[in-house]
T-cell receptor, first 114, second 112 residues
């Protein structure tokens, strides 16, 4: 069964350093999402792509976070500089375009900022 | 605005039924979902219901939707220790692009 691939699974970084996460969606899925899940909370959408275009980044802290999906396939989420409050799990997900289509999640990337 | 609320914790005895409740605010949501998250893992889709339905059954899972009260529930029959996890309710607001708004999750603990 096709899966959403994410790496790294775990990352520990020092405050003020840069960190990047990579995601490869299920083949053929034009819509890609990055969610952030703080411990004890539900996932919150950071950014949503339709092919290579950003369609929703209203909750992305743009002063330190950036996301790209240059060829409309895999995607990178970057944080620079990392802050203590960025410690969370970063979940990538993908779906076929259109309302109601199932959104599939990867295993997530755990970030700890020390 | 869009908001999803769930009770935070549920404890049941193995073999009993579990009922996890959720309320949502966007009455135009066309789909409502239940996801399961085991420790340290991503989210696994359990089931979903279309807004014009009031019940959906899938093996041990039963989803009930009360659209008037914007209330969704997930019943797990014959709960097993392997069902211990966090269960997230999510709504998919209509209009715009397909996306999910999640609740904070209900932690289900199953004890012998």
């Amino acid at each position: 069964e096709a899966e959403v691939a994410q790496s790294p699974r775990y990352k520990i970084t020092e405050k003020s350093q840069a960190v990047a996460f990579w995601c490869d969606p299920i083949s053929g899925h034009a819509t890609l999402y990055w969610y952030r899940q703080i411990l004890g909370q539900g996932p919150e959408l950071l950014v949503q792509f339709q092919d290579e275009s950003v369609v929703d980044d209203s909750q992305l802290p743009k002063d330190r976070f950036s996301a790209e999906r240059l060829k409309g396939v895999d995607s990178t989420l970057k944080i620079q500089p990392a802050e203590l409050g960025d410690s969370a799990m970063y979940l990538c997900a993908s779906s076929i375009t259109g309302s109601g289509n199932t959104i599939y999640f990867g295993e997530g990337s755990w970030l700890t900022v020390v | 605005g869009e908001d999803v609320e769930q009770s935070l914790f549920l404890s049941v005895r193995e073999g009993d039924s579990s009922v996890i409740n959720c309320t949502y605010t966007d009455s135009s949501s066309t789909y409502l979902y239940w996801y399961k998250q085991e420790p340290g893992a991503g989210l696994q889709l359990l089931t979903y219901i279309f807004s014009n339905m009031d019940m959906k059954q899938d093996q041990r899972l039963t989803v009930l939707l009360n659209k008037k009260d914007k209330h969704l529930s997930l019943r797990i029959a014959d709960t097993q220790t392997g069902d211990s996890a966090i269960y997230f309710c999510a709504e998919s607001p209509s209009g715009g692009y397909n996306k999910l708004i999640f609740g904070a999750g209900t932690r289900l603990a199953v004890h012998p």
